[in-house]
């Protein structure tokens, strides 16, 4: 049965903040959840009380949820949702907190993703990641994402002929693009040589084709158009959602993601096309995510990702801007605040409202977003369509 989704009419997607990246924190998600909301409340000139939604994701908030953060923080909200969905968790947020204040559910939704990063945190998380991590990945030695990733990144080039030289054509074009934002973990260029002789992690995966862990938090407001040109808020209007989880079970190995699935409709909502994106903000705790990104949205066909980016320009000055603050892999990974980067980053893009450098002449953002990664697949994946907002 075909089912036509309602548009997004009348939603504003505004106020992007950031909490600066740390190494290492000895406070907890709460605090960096609670100064995300703090931001989104300064930036919007509001009242706490005015914000009555939340979408919160975080791995860290254990043993709490989202409704014992609120607790924490002082809030009564009659709306409120927690998204354990990892790196898709922005995309799902925003699609989510938009039809709550399309229904009148909420006026106004924070959408936060933050994580703390004790010197133990990610040993922890891993060891506890689900329950198929605890049964039958981890008490073999591979409870982390690298040799998960390795495995899917081996797969790939063996089936479809990439080299190491494109993966590090993305990574080293990321870096140049997050060189000017102060809060990056990685603030030194980089050239293929660095990427092609580093470390070896796990084979064939080497140092610059993995995230750096961190400490941060990643948030935007959600509301009518009407509020944000009341309260004199740049915002970003909202094309087209897609969202989907355990797509293609029976592939022996994860070569694609749900974005397969829906793309059609994803372009159809929108009235848009691969073509007509400004700039691309993908889900990359490693390169080869990207890769099968820029092919299940149909940006080229599946296997040829490292063809259709030879003769691209992936920096923000270039003809196919991606990831244009650096993504992950030069900011690092806030944990879940990772899955909420690539849609703040396209609000600032959109709204002139940048950290770093500004795409020219932008008025369409596609953002992806990918997460939960069990062994040989990620469960979790999603994306949307912005564009600018009327002045």
């Not at 070896?200 to 040109?229: H, N, Q, W």
């Not at 897609?242 to 022996?252: C, K, L, M, S, V």
Request: hydrophobic share 40%; with cysteine.
């Amino acid at each position: 049965m075909d089912i036509t989704r309602n548009k997004y009419d009348g939603i504003a997607v505004c106020a992007p903040v950031t909490i600066p990246y740390t190494r290492y924190s000895l406070k907890s998600s709460h605090w960096f959840c609670g100064q995300s909301i703090a931001a989104l409340i300064k930036r919007a000139k509001i009242k706490k009380e005015a914000i009555d939604g939340f979408c919160i994701s975080s791995f860290t908030l254990s043993p709490d949820s989202a409704v014992g953060l609120m607790q924490h923080l002082g809030t009564s909200p009659r709306w409120l949702d927690h998204i354990p969905m990892g790196g898709a968790s922005g995309g799902v947020a925003l699609r989510r907190a938009a039809r709550a204040v399309q229904s009148g559910d909420a006026e106004i939704v924070a959408c936060v993703g933050a994580d703390t990063n004790h010197v133990d945190t990610f040993r922890n998380t891993i060891a506890t990641f689900s329950q198929f991590a605890n049964d039958a990945v981890y008490p073999y030695g591979s409870g982390g994402p690298n040799s998960s990733f390795a495995f899917l990144t081996d797969y790939y080039m063996r089936e479809f002929g990439a080299k190491r030289e494109d993966f590090g054509k993305l990574c080293i074009a990321q870096r140049e693009n997050a060189l000017p934002v102060k809060h990056a973990m990685m603030k030194k260029s980089l050239n293929m040589d660095d990427y092609i002789n580093a470390r070896t992690i796990a084979d064939p995966i080497r140092l610059y084709d993995c995230v750096m862990p961190c400490a941060g938090a990643e948030g935007f407001l959600v509301m009518s158009i009407e509020r944000a040109k009341f309260l004199k808020l740049p915002y970003t209007q909202i094309l087209s959602t897609i969202e989907r989880h355990n797509a293609f079970p029976d592939d022996p190995i994860q070569y694609r993601g749900g974005w397969a699935i829906d793309v059609d409709e994803f372009y159809e909502q929108a009235g848009l096309g691969p073509k007509d994106m400004d700039l691309v903000q993908l889900y990359d705790d490693y390169p080869v995510i990207c890769f099968m990104q820029i092919e299940d949205l149909g940006f080229c066909d599946k296997g040829e990702a490292s063809k259709f980016i030879k003769d691209k320009d992936l920096t923000t000055k270039g003809n196919f801007p991606l990831n244009t603050s650096g993504g992950q892999l030069s900011q690092g990974q806030a944990g879940a605040g990772g899955g909420f980067l690539g849609v703040v980053e396209t609000i600032r893009q959109l709204t002139g409202e940048v950290l770093g450098y500004q795409v020219d002449n932008v008025q369409n953002g596609l953002v992806s977003c990918f997460g939960m990664i069990n062994y040989d697949r990620g469960l979790c994946t999603s994306a949307a369509i912005l564009s600018k907002g009327d002045l």
